[in-house]
């Protein structure tokens, strides 16, 4: 009898180790969706561009720095993007002080500069503080 009871606990913890793990993986994925459909942008490095940008349709990367006075004038007009834009555009941004290493791959001279990637490639490019509307007809163009 002893030995019936000590098969049904150890199923029994074998069923609740695999409800837990699955329950882990849901918790990830739900994780993932979240940051990928966030109405806010998100912080990109040199460490995650590739994984971000090859993971996304279309990915709206804008090269900022702290001290750029054009740089602080464009980020309401990103915020609005990545707001109206949740689910559909992966809004990230990217301090080239932080993380020079993509801004010299990508040739980045002048900030701001928004580069538009889809899928993993650069499409378009932006350069400057201007209208949130030209970025929109930039994204509707590669929405397609």
């Not at 009871?5 to 150890?10: A, D, G, K, M, Q």
């Not at 913890?13 to 849901?26: C, F, H, V, W, Y």
């Not at 969706?33 to 804008?62: C, G, N, W, Y």
């Not at 689910?87 to 001279?109: H, I, S, T, W």
Request: aromatic share 6%; with cysteine.
């Amino acid at each position: 009898m002893t030995s019936k009871r000590e098969r049904f606990i150890s199923e029994e913890n074998d069923e609740l180790k695999r409800i837990r793990e699955r329950k882990m993986t849901e918790l990830m994925g739900v994780a993932e969706r979240k940051q990928e459909m966030s109405p806010e942008p998100v912080h990109v490095t040199d460490a995650s561009f590739d994984e971000i940008v090859s993971k996304h349709q279309l990915a709206l990367i804008d090269f900022w720095a702290a001290w750029c006075g054009p740089c602080r004038a464009l980020e309401p007009r990103i915020e609005d993007l990545a707001k109206d834009y949740a689910g559909k555009v992966f809004v990230g941004k990217l301090n080239v002080d932080e993380n020079p290493r993509m801004a010299e791959r990508f040739q980045v001279y002048s900030i701001p500069t928004v580069l538009l990637m889809k899928d993993g490639k650069e499409v378009d490019r932006i350069v400057g503080c201007v209208p949130k509307d030209y970025i929109v007809t930039a994204l509707k163009k590669h929405l397609g």
